[in-house]
Nanobody
């Protein structure tokens, strides 16, 4: 079973940048999505971005459009989330997920069967 490992989280000031990585232990297939989600204490898990169909399709939450960019390196089985112009409200635990079940929204956590352990992002002024 594929395993995911996130890295790249940390603390940054408002307006700064971070790049998150999500390394899969094996190839997850072209007909699949890699999604990034975030969740704060007491909050529901929120879809941030997803990349599907081998990188041909990308999706973003309105709150991060123009600031975040999702990409993937198929040779490394790794997805990335470049986060620029970070805001305090971007502070959360970030998770990557894969093994997407088609037939629903990319932003629905229930559509993903495999999750990483998460990496913390903290943005302070």
């Amino acid at each position: 079973q594929v395993q995911l490992e996130e890295s790249g989280g940390g603390s940054v000031q408002t307006g700064g940048s971070l790049r998150l990585s999500c390394a899969a232990s094996e190839y997850t297939g072209r007909r699949n999505c890699m999604g990034w989600f975030r969740q704060g204490p007491g909050s529901e898990r929120e879809g941030v971005a997803a990349i599907c169909t081998g990188g041909a399709d990308t999706y973003y939450a309105d709150s991060v459009k123009g600031r975040f960019t999702i990409s993937q390196d198929n040779a490394k089985n790794t997805a990335y989330l470049q986060m620029n112009s970070l805001k305090s409200e971007d502070t959360d635990m970030y998770y990557c997920a894969t093994n997407f079940v088609y037939g629903g929204s990319w932003s629905s956590p229930g559509r993903y069967k495999t999750w990483g352990q998460g990496t913390q992002v903290t943005v302070s002024s």
